[in-house]
């Protein structure tokens, strides 16, 4: 079955990196666009970043520049490396795909604080 499990999650002082990844199972992972989402505390959940099989990528604007997603076929692993992080970036991330229906991952906590 199809299996998506994030990692990397943490607390990081303002200004610090982390990098989130996504094993993906259960699925031809190098076919699909895979997608971050996030939700902070009291807010809907939004979308941050997008990978299509291609390689091509997309960004929310306040993350342009910060965030790189990239994905590694052989591992079958999305990643999100954040850098330059600011308290607002705090938000439980997701990793996302769609194949018929929508796949989401358990999340990982990102907690940004001094």
């Known amino acids: 079955q199809v299996q998506l499990v994030e990692s990397g999650g943490g607390l990081v002082q303002p200004g610090g990196s982390l990098r989130l990844s996504c094993a993906a199972s259960?699925?031809?992972?190098?076919?699909?666009?895979m997608s971050w989402y996030r939700q902070a505390p009291g807010k809907e959940r939004e979308w941050v970043a997008t990978?299509?099989?291609?390689?091509?990528?997309s960004y929310k604007e306040s993350v342009k520049g910060r965030f790189t997603i990239s994905r590694d076929h052989a591992k079958h692993t999305l990643y999100l490396q954040m850098n330059s992080l600011n308290p607002q970036d705090t938000a439980l991330y997701y990793c996302y795909f769609y194949m018929g229906r929508d796949y989401w991952g358990q999340g990982t906590q990102v907690t940004v604080s001094s």
């Open positions: 990978i299509r099989s291609t390689g091509s990528t």
């Open positions: 259960g699925f031809t992972f190098s076919s699909y666009g």
